[in-house]
């Protein structure tokens, strides 16, 4: 019995739908994402190299943020959500009072810290990680503050990239984290985090040392009038998206919008569960990886993003060409 198919050249294929277009052009089915043309048919023979997964830790965590209200009230919302699934919290709110001497470890008491990432804002708004974590490093956080255009966000991405390389030159020992937020078109939000991750493993390796990154993604998918069922359809997509794209760790916003009730973040953790424990997508490294199109849209965007990073860097840093 026949185990495997034929190998069939990408002449062979462009003969068949040639003929099946009956004299029309293939570059008449030609279709455009981001401001470049695609076509409909890819083939390996298209790749010069057989594409190697960017990342091999499938696995995400499940994020969620809380509001600050008081020390009680929070502590008691974190450990609920940590015994219903979630590995990594941020904390938002008023800094001026958790900042205080004191009441982070209060708000994380009964946490286990070398289980669960803890994030939150410092004074400016910016995300920090908190530095009581045992046996985890102070690792350097960058947030792309730009959503929907996924132009805006690549220029973000390498705006990020830079900092990120800078702290690097100047002797930070840490891989970075970015923070990341995801657009509405599902393809270009998969590629702009595998196209985040190529872009910084090349420039690292250019600083003596490949190392990975860390991608914290932050869907926002609350729009004007949308109703809370179908912003939780859209979530559902929205963290797809992040997944095969590679997020480390994705906080996934309530359909109801802002920190949200006990049964919408429930919800929210719930459609973790089900990309994991039913749908098995924390058991495949980069799915996307070999994905013609995808792959190509990826190369796409690190282009965008590495030529940000050059206007960056430009007078400031030699940089190697991306290839």
């Not at 008491?109 to 046996?135: A, I, M, S, T």
């Not at 702290?167 to 998969?190: A, Q, R």
């Not at 039913?278 to 965007?301: C, M, N, Q």
Request: proline fraction near 5%; charged fraction near 25%.
């Amino acid at each position: 019995m026949q185990t495997k198919f034929p190998e069939v050249s990408k002449a062979e294929w462009l003969a068949k739908v040639e003929k099946d277009l009956r004299g029309k052009e293939l570059s008449s089915l030609y279709f455009e994402v981001a401001g470049r043309s695609f076509s409909p048919l890819h083939h390996q023979d298209d790749s010069l190299n057989k594409p190697s997964p960017l990342f091999t830790s499938p696995s995400w965590r499940i994020g969620q943020e809380f509001e600050f209200r008081g020390v009680k009230k929070t502590n008691e919302a974190i450990l609920s959500a940590l015994n219903l699934g979630v590995s990594s919290i941020y904390i938002t709110g008023d800094y001026d009072e958790y900042l205080k001497d004191g009441i982070m470890e209060a708000l994380l008491d009964g946490v286990l810290l070398d289980l669960v990432e803890v994030y939150y804002d410092d004074q400016n708004g910016f995300p920090y990680q908190y530095e009581g974590l045992p046996h985890s490093p102070d690792w350097p956080q960058y947030f792309s503050q730009e959503f929907g255009l996924l132009d805006n966000i690549t220029s973000a991405m390498g705006n990020d990239l830079f900092l990120a390389y800078s702290d690097v030159t100047l002797g930070t020992p840490f891989p970075p984290v970015f923070h990341v937020f995801t657009s509405d078109n599902f393809f270009e939000t998969v590629a702009s985090f595998r196209a985040l991750r190529l872009c910084w493993q090349l420039l690292s390796e250019s600083c003596g040392k490949q190392t990975d990154c860390r991608i914290v993604a932050h869907p926002r998918i609350i729009k004007e009038g949308s109703d809370e069922n179908s912003n939780r359809i859209a979530s559902t997509t929205h963290a797809m998206a992040a997944v095969i794209g590679g997020a480390d760790t994705i906080m996934l916003s309530p359909g109801d919008g802002g920190i949200g009730t006990d049964f919408s973040n429930r919800i929210a953790t719930n459609v973790h569960h089900l990309l994991q424990f039913e749908s098995y997508l924390d058991r495949v490294a980069d799915p996307a990886a070999g994905s013609y199109f995808i792959e190509k849209l990826t190369d796409h965007y690190a282009e965008k993003i590495w030529r940000e990073f050059q206007i960056d860097t430009r007078h400031k840093i030699p940089i190697t060409p991306l290839k």
